[in-house]
């Protein structure tokens, strides 16, 4: 018997709900903020990536799946949405458009090859959201605050927002050559991918999972305390924006993001469960990817959240699912003439805009009632001969068992009341 690729999972219809009540949920709050929905292909040339994640990203090295085409070209499809999105901006010519330039986009599927475990998989799904165009604080703290209010909007809690700066081009050389002085006397102790980022992403020094690193990124040199001046006023302006909008938050220095694009803020949100996946979602600014793809001198912000991760959550802390308040139909019959007149209700009712199907055919009333039951409709429609003469339908409210007739060419309206 054949099953899912391991990494790979199926979003039954049972799990559908939660994932329609977050990607409402995302839509109407990104409307909100002004952002407007771009989809990007799940594939792209290989060299978009190894460009802006960076040749020494353990994304590029070690999860990308990449394949070539029939005509020979390196494809790799999508390991994250900020790329693809910056290359759609270039292509298109948005440059022209009021900046900054408001892009989001919904269940989009991403794809690494990682070990999978609890909230990480190899296809997942995120929320992304972009803003493309303007270098002030102000835009990070309006992306920070989207984020915020979309987990705040879900019903999530105790959640902790950690932020740090990470300099530009400008101070964090410096910064670089501060931290391979400090982890020069210990690299005997390092594990084997922290030796190799020594020398190829000393950043990434500080964001190591192993309990054997850990330690050392604790007492590390601090980014935030080598920014040059405009890094720094920034970074106050940041911090003071979230104040204002009283976002709480604190300063995590080891915090860095896994990809060679950030620049100044770097941001993440975690729930109160701790762990290597406990993250819900983060981001931060990403100046210098625009013009390393081509374009020019851009400054742009942007954050991603993992779908599957968000359910784990909302699970996790027992929230449960609003009711959808969609009514659902099922129309059930008995008797050869009833049968073409509940044909004709059913399209009836899916024409005034409502979910309607027919009982399977050939049963018995009791069991058409049983399938009923079962399928999470709402309405039961019943046709019979008495209900034939009469020019009705009976409708049971199933939640309360309650149930009246009505003539035939009032049922949609009967029951969308």
Known sequence: MYKAPRGAADILPGEQPWWRHIERTAADLCQRFAYRRID???????????RSVGEATDIVEKETYTFDDRSGDSMTLRPEGTAAVCRAYLEHGMHVLPLPVRLYSLRAPMFRYDRPQAGRYRQFHQVNAEAIGDAGAAVDVEVIELAWRLFETLGLRNLSLLINSIGDPACRPAYLDALRAYYQGHLASLCGDCNKRYHTNPLRLLDCKKPTCQPFAQDAPR????????????????????????????????LVRGLDYYTRTVFEVQPPEEGGQSTLGGGGRYDGLIQQLGGNPTPAVGFACGIERLILNLKRQGIALPPESEAFAVVACMGDAARPVALKLAADLRRAGLRAVLAPSGKSLKAQMRYIGASGATHALILGDDELRQGVVAIKTLATGDQRLVPLADAPAAIAL
């Open 40 to 50: 990007t292909p799940i594939f792209e040339s290989s060299a978009l990536f190894h």
């Open 223 to 254: 980014s935030a305390d080598m920014l040059c001046e405009p890094c720094r006023d920034h970074w106050r302006q940041l911090q003071d924006g979230l104040r204002i909008l009283s976002i709480p938050f604190a300063v995590e220095h080891r």
